[in-house]
Nanobody
Framework: QVQLVESGGGLVQAGGSLRLSCVAS????????MGWFRQAPGNEREFTAA????????FYADSVKGRFTISRDNAKRTVFLQMNSVKPEDTAVYYC?????????????????WGQGTQVTVSS
């Protein structure tokens, strides 16, 4: 089992920045993928960004590419999502997710464990 705890959400003005964190605990593997998904009211949960734990390869949804950066701290088993130049359409609950796989996938079904989510609200 892997437990994920997100933090860092809140209210931010459009154009501002926010950094989300997610700490993993439990039985993590040597090679896995950590991702961020988001879900706005009335919408499905959608892929946002992901990073491979061993090689640090990253992949982003087109909607956040160039504005968001995913990174990790291996020693602390923490993944971050730096959100810059945020827009009102970035408002959503952001979820951290863990995949046992070693290749980045964007499908929700590819992720085995999820955090509880943290709310991000961007005001215009």
């Amino acid at each position: 089992q892997v437990q994920l705890v997100e933090s860092g959400g809140g209210l931010v003005q459009a154009g501002g920045s926010l950094r989300l964190s997610c700490v993993a605990s439990g039985r993590t593997m040597n090679s896995y993928v950590m991702g961020w998904f988001r879900q706005a009211p009335g919408n499905e949960r959608e892929f946002t960004a992901a990073i491979t734990w061993s090689g640090g390869r990253t992949f982003y949804a087109d909607s956040v590419k160039g504005r968001f950066t995913i990174s990790r701290d291996n020693a602390k088993r923490t993944v971050f999502l730096q959100m810059n130049s945020v827009k009102p359409e970035d408002t959503a609950v952001y979820y951290c997710a863990y995949s046992r796989g070693s290749i980045i996938e964007t499908a929700r079904a590819s992720y085995n464990f999820w955090g509880q989510g943290t709310q991000v609200t961007v005001s215009s």
